[in-house]
Structures are given as structure tokens and as C-alpha cells.
């Protein structure tokens, strides 16, 4: 029976040793998948833990956050542009989120660099107006 207290039970060593000996499950060999189950089973004995102990359900879904309301306006700096960028993550692919932030607090950036930003304000922008939260 999970009791709640596994952060003192199951530690981040025990862990990556158990994921490591599962991964075998994935052999191609019977032999080595039976081996694995079994050392899996008896590693959690040794603790005294059981499978009730480890798997458990996950828990119910975070409550998103509200957030403070949003509007696009015309930022003059890269790094004011890159941040409010940067306030629509839903728009931006990773990639994009990363040149952002790397933006923020910087005073010059390249002509390379402006290109890209000034398409990810138009891009970002465009979405604003679009969900009503542009100027």
C-alpha cells in the first residue's frame, strides 16, 4: 500500500537502478526479459517495498494558474520585444521560446537577429489580434 512517503523510500539511486534493470524488458531474449522481472521483483523486496509501493496512480490534473491578462503593444527594445514575445507561448515552437529568452536583457543583437525577432512580433502579434488581446 503506497504510503505516501516515498521521497524517503525510493531514492533517485534505487530509481535509476530499477528503470535501468525494466529497460530489459524490452530484450529481444526471453531469457533476459524473465531476468530482468525477477531482479526488478527481488530489488523491491531487499527495500521493502512492493509494486503498490512504486506504480501509483498519477495524481489529478494541476489547476492551471491564472495568469495576469495580456496585450500587445509596440515594445521599442529587443529585449521589451523579445519578452513580450515571450507572453504568448502558445504561438512560439521551442526553438523560438529559446532565441526569445536568450533576447531578454540583452541591449544590441545582431542584424540576423532582428530579422528573426521582428518576424516572431509579427507572427506573435498577428495571434494577439486575432484572440482580441492586440491593441
Known amino acids: 500500500m503506497p504510503d505516501g512517503n516515498l521521497g524517503t523510500r525510493l531514492t ?12 530489459m524488458l524490452g530484450s529481444a531474449y526471453d531469457g533476459e526479459i524473465a531476468a530482468a522481472g525477477r531482479r526488478a521483483h527481488s530489488m523491491l523486496k531487499a527495500e521493502g517495498l512492493t509494486w503498490s509501493d512504486v506504480i501509483v496512480p498519477a495524481g489529478p490534473a494541476p489547476q492551471q494558474q491564472s495568469r495576469a491578462p495580456r496585450r500587445w503593444r509596440r515594445a521599442t527594445s529587443p529585449s521589451d520585444i523579445a519578452a513580450l514575445c515571450l507572453q504568448w507561448p502558445e504561438v512560439l515552437t521551442d526553438w523560438e521560446t529559446d532565441f ?7 541591449r544590441r543583437i ?11 512580433a509579427r507572427k506573435v502579434e ?5 484572440t482580441g488581446e492586440g491593441t
Open 110 to 120: 545582431s542584424a540576423k537577429q532582428t530579422v528573426v525577432l521582428e518576424r516572431l
Open 12 to 23: 533517485p539511486a534505487f530509481a535509476d537502478k530499477l528503470v535501468k534493470v525494466l529497460g
Open 126 to 130: 498577428a495571434f494577439a489580434r486575432a
Open 100 to 106: 526569445c529568452r536568450s533576447l531578454v536583457g540583452r
